[in-house]
């Protein structure tokens, strides 16, 4: 079992930064596949972005060039650096993990507004 806990969300300005946190409450080897999901309201969650063993990526198209998914294994922590938001980067970002079981945190908000 592991506890997923989300940090570094807040209010940006359009063309803004955030780096997100996800902190794990043990570690998680590399050979998981970590993720960022994202819900918007009223909209169903989607993927954003995934890290998987040797530090492969990918992401969701509406993101790719502007967000880095990224880990740090000897802090047991999953990041996400968000660049050159836009409006509709506004959602609850959450981390993932599947060690048999499908781990979730609890959500950090991020509003992209002027």
């Known amino acids: 079992q592991v506890q997923l806990v989300e940090s570094g969300g807040g209010l940006v300005q359009p063309g803004g930064s955030l780096r997100l946190s996800c902190e794990a409450s043990?570690?998680?080897?590399?050979?998981?596949?970590m993720n960022w999901y994202r819900q918007a309201p009223g909209k169903e969650r989607e993927l954003v972005a995934t890290?998987?063993?040797?530090?492969?990526?990918t992401y969701a198209d509406s993101v790719r060039g502007r967000f880095t998914i990224y880990r740090d294994n000897a802090k047991n922590t999953l990041y996400l650096q968000m660049n050159s938001l836009k409006p509709e980067d506004t959602a609850v970002y959450y981390c993932?993990?599947?060690?048999?079981?499908?781990?979730w945190g609890q959500g950090t908000q991020v509003t992209v507004s002027s």
């Open positions: 993932n993990v599947h060690l048999g079981n499908n781990y």
């Open positions: 890290i998987r063993n040797v530090g492969s990526t």
């Open positions: 043990r570690s998680i080897p590399s050979i998981y596949a």
